[in-house]
């Protein structure tokens, strides 16, 4: 079209039609019709525009009767008696925790997180700009808190949690030139309220159990629809409505976006919102102009601050691994109870939570980080964490595997549990005191796999790498603990050997605990090490 536009040879009464064919091809909406035009042109009554307006329009008709969240109070901050001071905010000495990429909402209770978030609208100036009352914000953030339920990780932490990265992302970043005021307040409250009233178990358990939430959104983003749904529900008692200033249009937009910000947490969605995100930062830049620019953005904000926790310095990181993991396992088990397929990572009898990690760093979290550190380059600090962390789990996935092995080869080799429970416990007491770093502990009511634990803890022994009478390979060093170990396992077999008259001292070689050949771990009478 536009060739033929600039081609002298095109007629000149053809060139209005072609400049509007192309107005309408760039329009966002080209598919959805121009129902004004189409009144006129037709000659339909008020119910029936009314009606088709209702009906069809997705949002493009504005009905005044419903209007913004209205109620009858006063349109000021002061709107319950008295004076705003008596929402009593918990005292948190230095608020500038939120600024940090490490900050770790474990450490304050519920009050004081209500407090930080308040602090967080406020370095925003969005309280101010919209003028919202601090009792109905300090009520709405009551509500939000205890809608959600207490599950090991989609609960009011996590929320926080996502909320404050969310705040990292775009307090003083270049994401305060491209995002409007309506926009910020609109992604803080959805990430927020993100994860309102999960269950603890995901949409694929949802659909398979056809549970009430599942029939309710035919199967499509079921949590995500359900905690927008619950979002506007809490917005929706006047006690709680925090939009009571804006205007009519103001509210539209704005709850247009927490939707849409809470629909893009979707995980089924990722790959989806990544080429989106891509291809627009190929395509065209991110500016405050192009309302699709500034959602789009919001949605890759609000989703990377959702997979976030993954990024967190070590020990951080690693506290929300455990705690993912235990919601899992939870779901896995009723899997099993309802006899479903075991989702993966889920099945407690088969699980591997640094694979988990690593698959989770390197195909998700990783590649969108990189996509928008182009954007906001204060991402960089996120991917760094995320580097070591990788590393650092390559490190457990290597200490367990080593752990296993050596724990598989007692199960084995030895006589009964409680046998080789009593023996090995008797052993570790002679050969404690010998060495440092090594079984230090006598007590026969520790399990095998316990003993094995004390042995190699801090200890990564390489699949490759072995130790044979006492040489070492060159692919890693003996580790700390696999001596003793092996001593102890020499002497146990020496007197087994000695009470049936035979000599098998030479059992004791270290290419006879470390085997290359993984057993299988159903074993009954020892328990999984993991």
């Not at 009906?55 to 006063?74: C, L, T």
């Not at 690593?358 to 980080?369: E, N, Q, R, S, T």
């Not at 230090?440 to 042995?455: I, M």
Request: hydrophobic content about 35%.
């Amino acid at each position: 079209i536009i060739l033929l536009l600039k081609d002298s040879r095109t007629g000149k009464e053809l060139k209005p039609y072609l400049e509007g064919m192309l107005q309408n091809l760039s329009a966002a909406n080209q598919f959805s019709p121009k129902f004004e035009q189409l009144f006129n042109e037709v000659g339909l009554d008020s119910l029936t525009q009314t009606w088709m307006l209702y009906e069809f329009s997705k949002g493009q008709m504005v009905n005044k009767a419903q209007g913004g969240i209205e109620d009858n109070k006063p349109s000021s901050h002061k709107v319950l008696e008295g004076d705003e001071e008596e929402v009593k905010l918990s005292h948190i000495r230095d608020k500038s925790v939120v600024e940090a990429w490490g900050c770790d909402p474990h450490q304050f209770h519920q009050e004081e997180l209500l407090s930080l978030y308040i602090h967080m609208l406020d370095k925003l100036e969005v309280i101010e700009h919209f003028n919202i009352p601090m009792t109905k914000l300090y009520n709405f953030l009551k509500t939000v808190a205890r809608s959600y339920r207490k599950n090991p990780y989609h609960n009011f932490v996590h929320a926080f949690d996502v909320a404050q990265l969310c705040f990292k992302l775009i307090y003083k970043t270049k994401a305060m030139d491209i995002l409007q005021e309506i926009d910020v307040l609109s992604l803080m409250v959805a990430a927020i309220c993100h994860d309102i009233d999960h269950p603890g178990l995901n949409n694929n358990f949802q659909i398979n159990d056809s549970s009430h939430l599942a029939l309710l959104y035919n199967d499509m983003s079921v949590l995500e629809n359900h905690h927008a749904s619950r979002t506007f529900y809490i917005l929706n008692a006047p006690e709680n409505n925090i939009f009571i200033n804006m205007e009519e249009s103001q509210y539209r937009e704005s709850r247009k976006s927490i939707v849409a910000c809470i629909l893009a947490t979707d995980m089924s969605n990722h790959f989806e919102l990544m080429t989106k995100f891509t291809t627009h930062l190929n395509t065209q830049p991110f500016t405050s102009k192009n309302p699709e620019s500034r959602q789009l953005l919001m949605n890759v904000i609000l989703h990377v601050a959702d997979i976030s926790n993954i990024s967190r310095p070590w020990e951080l990181a690693k506290r929300w691994s455990d705690e993912v993991l235990e919601e899992f396992l939870h779901q896995g088990d009723l899997e099993k109870d309802k006899d479903f397929l075991i989702s993966p990572y889920m099945d407690r009898n088969n699980t591997d939570q640094p694979k988990m990690s690593l698959g989770f760093i390197d195909y998700m979290v990783a590649p969108i980080f990189t996509a928008l550190k182009k954007v906001l380059p204060e991402t960089i600090e996120g991917i760094e964490h995320l580097q070591r962390n990788r590393q650092r789990w390559v490190e457990v996935s290597e200490n367990e595997v080593s752990t296993e092995r050596l724990i598989d080869d007692f199960k084995t080799q030895h006589l009964t549990k409680s046998d080789s429970e009593y023996e090995l416990a008797s052993l570790a007491n002679s050969h404690g005191s010998d060495r440092e770093g090594n079984i230090k502990e006598s007590k026969t009511s520790r399990s095998l796999p316990d003993l094995a634990d004390a042995h190699l803890e801090n200890t990564i022994i390489h699949p490759k790498s072995a130790n044979l009478n006492g040489r070492t390979s060159p692919v890693s060093p003996v580790p700390r603990g696999v001596t003793a170990f092996t001593d102890v396992k020499a002497d146990l077999d020496g007197r087994r050997a000695r009470k049936n008259g035979h000599d098998k001292s030479d059992r004791g070689d270290v290419e006879s605990v470390i085997k290359i050949t993984k057993q299988k771990k159903n074993n009954s009478n020892l328990p999984n090490i993991k």
